[in-house]
């Protein structure tokens, strides 16, 4: 598990502060996901950086945002690996807290020869991240605001529910964004969801807050059309190959997927879409030009391996033609 130094983009405007996971991945290469039951061989082994949270906080620094990342990790060489790959991508860690006791958050994801992937999630030091201890990271000043562009606060669903909801008070306190990727659909409050700005959830997650039954939500349109209007400010649904629907309450529409016909790796896609949303939002451009460039990155990074090796690889590409201030 070798850090990778990699070259920092120009930094545009505005500044991401992410509260969110930080994890050590171990992916496993195999021919077809296992059935219950069956054991499958795997054909190769890695380990990096993961979390969705690290995962969004090096997909923003890489598209040029000013990044602060808020998290915990433990003891020993997994804490030190998160802190040095998030440090290689041009992610600020002075507000990682190190808990000596507690483990480093760990992930086994299976993928196999079409991209498709299952994940389990060991939290470990992430789930120690109460409101307490978040106090004590200085993010109050982080979102207190940036030279040029705005602040953003993002967080996901991978910390305490009620951590995030102390961290989406702040950023209303400070006057600043806030965005949520409800990821998983832990039980935020609802003034949290009232915040958000917008709320980013896939069709499933829009199914479990609407309390929509069935295989789906129905209607992507509609489904991001209501949840703007009755849960959050804005909100996007993300579709997967499919790309994604937004709606900022007024109107609603379709951000429509390059069609990608090399998939090697869906792990990282939905991360990428967020850091890179976060990221065009904090420089000051609208919704619909932050979903546009979203959809971009998630689809650049289905193209490689992993997560965060897949962002280094393609997402500085975007940064010149995207964000340039």
């Given amino acids: 598990m070798r850090t990778v130094t990699t070259q920092q983009p120009q930094r545009a405007a505005g500044r991401v502060v992410v509260l969110g996971s930080a994890n050590v991945d171990t992916t496993f290469r195999v021919q077809s996901l296992p059935a219950p039951g ?56 002075s507000g990682v807290l190190v808990i000596e006791s507690a483990p480093t958050g760990t992930a086994y994801i299976t993928v196999d020869r ?57 950023c209303h306190d400070v006057g600043a964004g806030f965005v949520l990727n409800l990821a998983p659909a832990v039980p935020v409050s609802a003034r949290t969801l009232e915040l958000a700005d917008p709320l980013v959830v896939n069709e499933g997650e829009a199914a479990q807050l609407l309390g929509i039954s069935g295989a789906g939500p129905g209607e992507p349109l509609a489904v991001a059309a209501r949840l ?19 709606s900022d309450g007024r109107s609603a529409w379709y951000a429509k997927a390059p069609r990608v016909v090399d998939v090697v790796d869906t792990t990282g896609a939905g991360d990428a879409f967020v850091g890179a949303l976060a990221a065009v939002l904090a420089r000051g451009a609208g919704l619909a030009e932050a979903v546009r460039v979203g959809v971009e990155a998630g689809s650049a990074a289905v193209r490689h391996r992993g997560t965060t090796a897949a962002y280094r690889a393609v997402l500085p590409h975007l940064t010149a033609a995207r964000l340039a201030p």
Avoid: Y
């Fill in 38 to 93: 069956e054991t499958v061989l795997a054909t190769a082994e890695e380990s990096g950086l993961g979390g969705k949270g690290a995962n969004q906080a090096v997909a923003a620094a890489l598209l040029g945002a000013r990044v602060d990342f808020i998290g915990a990790v433990g003891g020993g060489g997994h804490g030190r690996l998160v802190q040095d790959e998030l440090t290689a991508s041009g992610v600020d860690t």
């Fill in 228 to 246: 703007a209007r009755d849960v959050a400010r804005s909100a996007v649904v993300t579709l997967g190959a499919g790309g994604a629907v937004a």
């Fill in 114 to 170: 079409s991209g498709e992937n299952t994940i389990v999630v060991v939290p470990g030091a992430n789930a120690l991240l109460t409101p307490e201890i978040l106090a004590r990271t200085g993010v109050r000043e982080r979102l207190g605001g940036s030279a040029s562009g705005r602040s953003v606060g993002l967080s996901q669903g991978e910390v305490p529910p009620g951590t995030t909801d102390a961290f989406a008070a702040l």
